[in-house]
């Protein structure tokens, strides 16, 4: 039977098209995905060659049936897998299948939340140290105080008592040059013959193995030590595996702290800042949390019980992360045939989810560009629920979650009970990496 009578794909984007704007999808996808949902719909395909396609889709149904529903047939594909491991490793986020889910049974007790608990006297110490170097009263470029804020934030909950802080700006410059290159490689498949010729693969090669080098060292320093410190180092440490009771390697322990380092940090900075942006345009809500603020620290003296009264904060913070989600895509390719809502796709198929289209579609959402919190409160945050996806979903939801918002609600509640925050921007501007990066956000900070 021919693929045209076997398979059947979302309306297909002509492949003349796509290269005709390929420069721009280059430098920012988002507006040209827009434009193609807005002419296609919700799911739309390229096809790539004689009989392989890629799917593009901002549907809710295709979201949960690929990462939730069916996920076992539907792995990671190699812009994570092979370009991602080149220079991370093979930790969780870049590993898949049976190999995966052991490494993801064993870390997941680390990331309890009463493991979590334990870290948040520690990382509040951290937040109050980066809030008190603020610039005052002029326009300061918010994500890279951010950026340094988060950084320091995982470095400290990981290594919190570490000889090697100095190396910690070390760790932090090659992420940000790794990344840096990383994103060109995918971008620019036809120059990698160049990359290759110039001599920056193995620039950034040596960038990744001395990053390895300088987190291996902290490593061994600990076992030697024979300390025991209240860390994510020292809960890792502490992992076994089921079937042999043996604790991970070095060299697997390293791989998990690098993925650690980038997906703790980076997403987190993005979110920070594009809250503070919007807290900045809405006075009024930023007043909201400001009284929650006040009203929950007048009941109790508890770090912890105090996270957990913040409803509005956590409403803001979702409402910020649904219009900007850090991790802003994602995407999977089917090991086997597959029936995904009415189309009928072969195997290796590529299939890319827009949370940041899927977040703003007006199907699942009422005036979906306006910044509302209240859409995650009572009632509507069980609707809401359904169609939002800032840690990912299913299985391979993100393993930090929980850190990650005991982060932001202590950050955004610190700043907003010291300062008044103003945004010296009408319009965000952001580039869309392997994150989603603010670029050149401005804000004010104003002492209460």
């Known amino acids: 039977m021919s693929d045209k009578l076997k398979y059947t794909y979302p309306e297909k984007l002509s ?18 995905h827009k434009k193609y949902f807005e002419k296609f719909g919700d799911s739309f395909s390229i096809r790539i060659g004689f009989s392989k396609y890629i799917i593009l889709s901002r549907d809710n149904e295709i979201a949960q049936y690929i990462l939730v529903k069916n996920q ?5 594909s190699k812009f994570q897998s092979v370009y991602l491991s080149k220079y991370l490793g093979k930790g969780l986020l870049t590993s898949d299948g049976d190999f995966w889910l052991k490494q993801r049974r064993l870390i997941q007790p680390a990331f309890h939340k009463q493991k979590m608990n334990q870290l948040v006297d520690n990382m509040n110490t951290v937040i109050t140290s980066e809030i008190d170097h603020f610039v005052e009263e002029k326009p300061i470029d918010l994500f890279p105080a951010m950026s340094n804020l988060a950084f ?3 470095a400290k ?6 000889a090697a802080e100095n190396k910690f700006q070390r760790i932090k410059f090659i992420i940000e040059e790794v990344q840096n290159f990383l994103i060109k490689e995918i971008r620019l498949p036809h120059k990698a013959w160049w990359f290759s010729l110039s001599g920056q693969v193995k620039k950034h090669l040596r960038l990744a193995e001395e990053n390895n080098s300088i987190i291996r060292e902290i490593i061994e320093e600990r076992k030697a030590s024979g300390e025991e410190i209240n860390d994510l180092l020292n809960m890792l440490l502490e992992t076994r595996y089921e079937d042999t009771g043996e ?15 980038i997906a703790g940090h ?3 900075a993005n979110a920070l800042t594009f809250t503070l942006h919007l807290l900045g345009r809405n006075p009024e809500i930023q007043q909201k949390v400001f009284e929650e603020i006040m009203k929950i620290e007048s009941e109790t003296n508890n770090i912890i019980e105090q996270l957990q009264k913040m409803e509005y904060l956590n409403a803001v913070l979702n409402e910020s992360m649904r219009l900007y989600p850090p991790a802003w895509i994602t995407d999977r390719q089917n090991l086997e045939d597959d029936s995904l809502a009415q189309f009928k796709i072969k195997k290796d198929t590529l299939i890319g989810i827009s949370f940041y289209e899927l977040h703003r579609n007006p199907k699942y959402w009422n005036n979906p560009d306006e910044f509302i919190p209240e859409r995650f409160l009572g009632e509507q945050k069980k609707e809401s629920m359904q169609y939002f996806y800032p840690f990912g979903a299913g299985p391979r939801m993100c393993i930090g979650a929980g850190f990650a918002i005991y982060e932001m609600c202590l950050t955004i509640s610190q700043i907003v009970k010291m300062y008044i925050i103003k945004s010296n921007n009408d319009i965000i501007q952001f580039n869309p990496l392997i994150t989603l990066k603010p670029v050149n956000v401005k804000v004010s900070f104003f002492r209460r």
């Open 247 to 261: 604790g991970m390697s070095v060299e697997q322990l390293v791989d998990e702290i690098k993925v650690l380092f």
């Open 72 to 76: 076992k047939n539907y792995h990671k």
């Open 157 to 162: 909950s990981l290594f919190q008592l570490s």
């Open 266 to 268: 980076e997403t987190t």
């Open 15 to 32: 492949l003349l098209r796509f290269f005709r704007d390929a420069e721009g999808v280059r430098r920012n996808p988002i507006p040209f």
């Open 152 to 154: 320091n934030v995982v």
